[in-house]
């Protein structure tokens, strides 16, 4: 049923120009996909409204645009090329490739084996995992995460829960093995280390690595962030899912920085928790009861981090991470201090005590909201599909219509109708086939108001403008229309 519904907005999104996959006329190349004139304008409006409200509404965070192709020293500092590796196994029988973790979550959640695991597992007879591989798997059984768990553990999981292969069916693994997840990029003819970089795997180490240039060229104080919206790659393997997980994505990062001494942690983390919640509640128009928060356990939290949550969706392949809190300390900043040998403290104006700041991060991925918008939105009516995504994140605002396809007449006045709109909002046009069809794919591409120009139209200038969410239609005048959608939009 959650899988129909994923095949059935998967669908749609390439249909109506949302989402294609990546490379398709040879074949594809798995974990890409590119976005179609809807998907863009989608993605577009996501990232405009994330800058407008977390950089230009505020006055404490500043933008950042740093180079996607970054020093392999700054990953080195980060603890990226030592410890950013998925635990990967594969199929000996079909050689696919998957995360051990997301194997072992798949056939968790499908409930295969999970009463087994309850019982056996934990019971003190069990001598396949020793008593701390025991209280780790505890909070595996009750939250049924098992990312972050070490090679060890995971090889024991298969070896007793004896998943079957996603790809055919069969159970005959290698062990688990590490992979790392960055990118290397040959520069130039230059061979060895030195030509050696990285396609960035966060955007966070642009602003870690610029903390000082921003500091030292704009007249922030702490506490402050520097936010920064741009792609990440990460070298995984993942079967389906759409854009959840792919090896290039959107990420939309803030590192709050702040003095320790100045400034309590928990309570910026608790005000970052509600700005995020704010954000997917009512700016994205996100139903609430498709939201949690879950805390990381200590074993699955990231090596630089003290305290992580993650803000997690109701995807129809279940509760997945959207956005990650994490008080990352002053890991980043001390470790770049350390390997570059430059001085990154900041000295206060007024005492002169050198500070070197500690920061919160807020990090999200733009593809994921834009795939939780599209999950959120889909309604199945009686007799039409619809997206209700929010008026201010919907692709086209507005369609305008002739009535008729063929009256030379009405085709003029709609076009002098669809022409003025444009100059303010996202306007489609469309003269084919009957208006019910017109309707329905404006339904599906999630268009709030369509205009229809018809035969009383040539009389006394007013439209119909039919309403997504309600099928509701009135008259409105046309010199009134962009009036009309503007404070609709506000
Ligand atoms: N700097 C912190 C950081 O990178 P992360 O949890 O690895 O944290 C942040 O990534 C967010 O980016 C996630 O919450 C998720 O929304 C998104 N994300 C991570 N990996 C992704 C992938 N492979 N494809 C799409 N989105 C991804």
Redesign the pocket.
Same mark, same amino acid.
């Given at each position: 049923m959650a899988s129909d519904k994923m095949e059935k907005i998967v669908a749609l999104a390439k249909r109506r120009g949302f989402i294609y996959p990546g490379s398709e006329i040879y074949g594809g190349l798995a974990?890409t996909y590119d976005y179609g004139p809807l998907g863009t304008e989608l993605l577009r409006n996501i990232k405009d409204l994330w800058w407008r409200m977390f950089v230009q509404k505020r006055s404490d965070i500043v933008g950042l645009d740093a180079s996607l192709i970054s020093h392999h020293k700054i990953w080195e500092a980060s603890g990226h090329t030592a410890g950013f590796a998925d635990a990967m196994i594969d199929c000996k029988n079909c050689k696919a490739r998957m995360r051990a973790d997301h194997l072992l979550e798949d056939c968790i959640s499908k409930g295969v084996n999970f009463s087994l695991l309850k019982q056996t597992l934990l019971s003190p007879n069990n001598k396949t995992f020793n008593n701390a591989e025991k209280k780790i798997l505890d909070s595996v059984v009750t939250t049924n995460k098992v990312e972050g768990l070490s090679v060890e553990i995971l090889n024991k999981l298969i070896l007793f829960l004896k998943p079957k292969c996603p790809n055919c069916g069969k159970i005959d693994w290698t062990d688990v093995r590490k992979f790392n997840q960055l990118f290397p990029v040959q520069l130039g003819i230059v061979e060895g280390d030195k030509g050696l970089a990285y396609l960035r795997?966060?955007?966070?180490?642009g602003m870690f690595i610029n903390f000082k240039n921003v500091v030292d060229s704009t007249r922030v104080r702490l506490p402050f962030g520097i936010a920064q919206l741009g792609k990440?790659f990460?070298n995984?393997i993942?079967p389906g899912n759409s854009? $959840?997980?792919?090896? &290039? $994505?959107?990420?939309g &990062?803030i590192e709050y920085f702040f003095d320790p001494k100045q400034s309590n942690w928990q309570e910026l983390f608790e005000e970052w928790k509600a700005e995020i919640w704010d954000f997917v509640i009512k700016k994205l128009g996100i139903d609430e009861t498709n939201l949690r928060w879950r805390e990381h356990a200590n074993e699955e939290r990231?090596f630089y981090s003290e305290r992580?949550i993650?803000l997690e969706y109701k995807f129809p392949f279940g509760f997945k991470?959207?956005?990650?809190l994490?008080y990352?300390t002053d890991y980043d900043l001390t470790q770049h201090m350390d390997l570059s040998k430059k001085d990154l403290t900041i000295v206060d104006p007024q005492t002169g005590i050198k500070t070197l700041p500690h920061v919160i991060?807020p990090?999200?991925?733009?593809?994921?909201?834009l795939l939780m918008i599209l999950v959120d939105s889909y309604r199945e009516e009686e007799n039409r599909v619809v997206l209700q995504i929010h008026p201010k994140l919907a692709p086209y605002k507005v369609a305008v219509f002739p009535l008729l396809g063929n009256k030379e007449e009405l085709i003029t006045k709609a076009k002098n109708v669809y022409d003025d709109l444009k100059k303010d909002f996202m306007v489609a046009f469309d003269d084919r086939g009957n208006i019910g069809k017109r309707y329905m794919s404006q339904d599906e591409a999630g268009t709030p108001w369509c205009v229809t120009v018809d035969f009383d139209t040539l009389d006394d200038d007013t439209v119909t403008i039919r309403d997504r969410d309600t099928a509701e239609q009135e008259r409105v005048k046309i010199k009134d229309l962009a009036d009309y959608f503007s404070k609709k939009l506000q």
């Open positions: 974990n795997g966060e955007t966070a180490q990440g990460r995984e993942t854009v $959840f997980r792919t090896i &290039e $994505f959107d990420m &990062e990231s992580t993650d991470e959207l956005w990650g994490a990352r991060e990090a999200v991925g733009i593809n994921r909201l």
